[in-house]
């Protein structure tokens, strides 16, 4: 989707040790994200920077990998080479079988 500027990987790629951000909105959060997931909103990254590891691989996700792969970029830019796109966002991750847990109680689900 980005082109070769912008590394990325599969759900299946993702190792289990990967820092998972997830950049989604906080109603998409709290409907349902990966279990070891860290949330930062995308709008918050530029503030919170500091929060993003330099020293182990850092998997970016949103719904679909659109703005997640922007954040890539951004991170990129700034200096981040431990950065990568989740290929296909939540919903690859959810119809790879990857666990999804949500926050409000009811059922996981990507929105």
Avoid: K
């Amino acid at each position: 989707m980005f082109g070769p500027q912008v590394p990325s990987v599969t759900p299946a790629q993702v190792d289990a040790s990967a820092y998972l951000l997830d950049v989604r909105e906080p109603d998409e959060w709290q409907a349902g994200h990966a279990p070891a997931a860290h949330h930062l909103p995308m709008m918050e990254v530029p503030a919170r920077i500091a929060e993003i590891p330099h020293d182990t691989e850092v998997v970016v996700v949103c719904r679909s990998g659109g703005r997640s792969g922007q954040v890539v970029s951004y991170l990129m830019g700034n200096g981040w080479d431990n950065v990568r796109n989740l290929d296909g966002g939540m919903q690859a991750w959810a119809a790879d079988g990857r666990d999804v847990v949500s926050e409000n109680g009811q059922p996981a689900r990507v929105l």
